[in-house]
């Protein structure tokens, strides 16, 4: 069966940045290890991402579990410096657009969210963006996909995606969309021409 919908992931796709590189620069900056801010700040993050945390329990949390401060956590500032526009993406998907439906669907934080679509994703086009602090469901939840395609009435095998990590592709495939994880913009230029889209 045809393409008719294609979907996005954000962070690590369209924009460079995650929040693990958000982690490790806090880790080295504050000679925290890694591995135990990870396990503080992971799990926080999740939360944020599914709405079930806001900021000012999240950077509460944070201090009690690691004595970094609301400025320490540089939240808006470090994002303001590190997150870039992958151009090439984002301008695949503009072209991608004129002949298909194409949606986002992001673990994101409402935060991290807004701050994105002023910064880069306010003029892209697509019929929709699905972000998990929203919809409640958290990637690789097969609701996640579920959800983007009963609101866009489409069938799994009519629809692809495309994400950085490999769980969120694994996800998708055993909800039947066909998954590409996404390395860099040549490989994904490559999958696509696999597909007959280009």
């Given at each position: ?146 959800n983007v395609l009963k609101k866009q009435r489409v069938k799994p095998n009519e629809a692809l995606y495309i994400d ?35």
């Open positions: 069966m045809a393409i008719k919908l294609i979907i996005f992931d954000i962070g690590g796709v369209i924009i460079d940045f995650t929040e693990d590189q958000y982690i490790m620069y806090l880790s080295k900056k504050y000679g925290i290890g890694y591995k135990k801010l990870n396990a503080v700040m992971a799990p926080l993050i999740r939360k944020l991402e599914m709405g079930r945390l806001t900021m000012s329990q999240f950077v509460r949390i944070m201090h009690k579990k690691t004595g970094l401060s609301e400025e320490k956590l540089e939240w808006r500032s470090s994002y303001a410096r590190m997150a870039k526009l992958n151009k090439r993406v984002f301008n695949l998907i503009e072209d991608l657009s004129k002949s298909y439906d194409v949606a986002l669907l992001s673990n994101i934080s409402s935060s991290r969210y807004h701050e994105a679509l002023e910064k880069f994703l306010d003029n892209l086009h697509v019929v929709d963006i699905y972000v998990s602090f929203s919809t409640g469901f958290w990637k690789p939840d097969p609701r996640a996909y579920r950085n990590l490999i769980e969120n592709v694994k996800g998708a495939r055993k909800t039947g969309i066909d998954s590409i994880l996404f390395r860099n913009y040549a490989q994904l230029e490559k999958e696509l021409r696999k597909r007959g889209i280009a």
